[in-house]
C-alpha cells in the first residue's frame, strides 16, 4: 500500500515521502479501514519535527484523522461489519491507504456526510465542543471570543458557541475570513489588521469583556485577550498558529479571577477516553457540517500541510484517497 513516510524528524518538506509500504497487522480489539480521506492538522507539521507530545519513532506516518470503509475486524470484537462507513481518530497513521484504528476511537460516519467531511470533523469539532462545553463552561448568554475564528477550529468554536446560546465575537485578518466567520454565525466581527482587538471588546461589551476566550493563535493575540476579558474569564489555549508561545503573567489572572486552561483534545483521549467520546457522539448529532477548503491527493501530502500553515485558507485541508 502507499503511504506519506516521515523517514526522520525534520522540516515536514524535507523528511516526507510517499512509499509503498507493507500493510499494517491487525492487533486485538482494532480494525482495519480504507482510508477514503485524512485531515491535515497544524500538529501534523508538529510531530514530524519530534515537537509534539506524542513521539513516534521515524519511520512513521502521519495523520491523526480519517474517514473510511471498514476491510478487516479483528476477531471476536462485535458491532463492526466489512464496508460500513467510519471515522476514526489515530495517534499516527492516517496518510495511507489502510490504516488500524482501536474500535475504541471509532464513530459510525452519518449517511449524509461525505469521507472529506468526516476526515474534517473529528479533530475541530471535538476540539471546540469539549473545550467550550466541558472545561470552559461556556453557557447562554456567555460572551465568547474567538480567535482565528475563519481556522478549521476557530470555525467550529463560532458554530458550537452559537449552539450554545452565547454571544459570538470572531476575529480574523481581513473582510474575506471574516466573512466566513458571519456566515457561520459570529455575531461581532473584528479584522484585526486594522482593528485594536481590546479597545473593540470593550466597545461591544460596554466595557465588561469577554466571558470565554477561545484562543488557537497565541503570542500577541492572547495578550490583548487578556487585557479585554470579564472578572472571572475563562481563557482557552488551544494552539500557537502565530508561533509564539505567551508568557502569562499570572498576577494578571489573580486580580481578575481569571482562569487559563489548556487544551489539547488529542491528548486528552487519553485522560478522558469515554468523556472524548460521548462529546464526539454528541456533536456528530447535530448535523453540522466542517467547511473544507481545499482538497489534495496523497502524493501531494507537503503541498496540502503548506497550505494549511500558510494561514491563506478558511476551514479544512483533507487529502482524498481513491
Known sequence: MRAMVCQRHGKFDEVLNLQEVPEPPLPAGHLRIAVKAAGLNFADSLITQGKYQHRPD??????FEIAGEVLEVADGLQGWSPGDRVLAMLDEGGWA??????????????DDMSFVEGA????AYGTSHMALMDRARL???????????????GLTAVEIGKRAGATVIATAGGPDKLAVAQAAGADHLIDY??????????????GRGADVVYDPVGGKTWEASLRCVAPGARMLIIGFAA??????PANHLLVKNVTAIGFAWTGWRRVDPIGVRDSLDSVLGWGLRPQVARTF???EGVAALETLLSRKVTGKVVLEIP
Open 58 to 63: 521515524p519511520p512513521f506516518v502521519p495523520g
Open 97 to 110: 491507504e489502510q490504516a488500524i484504528a482501536p474500535a475504541n476511537n471509532l464513530h459510525r460516519l452519518p
Open 120 to 123: 474534517a470533523f473529528p479533530v
Open 139 to 153: 453557557a447562554s448568554g456567555d460572551v465568547l471570543l474567538v480567535h482565528g475564528a475563519a481556522g478549521g477550529v
Open 193 to 206: 489588521r486594522a482593528e485594536d482587538i481590546r479597545e473593540r471588546v470593550k466597545e461591544l461589551t460596554d
Open 243 to 248: 508561533g509564539e508561545v505567551q508568557q502569562i
Open 297 to 299: 491527493p496523497l502524493a
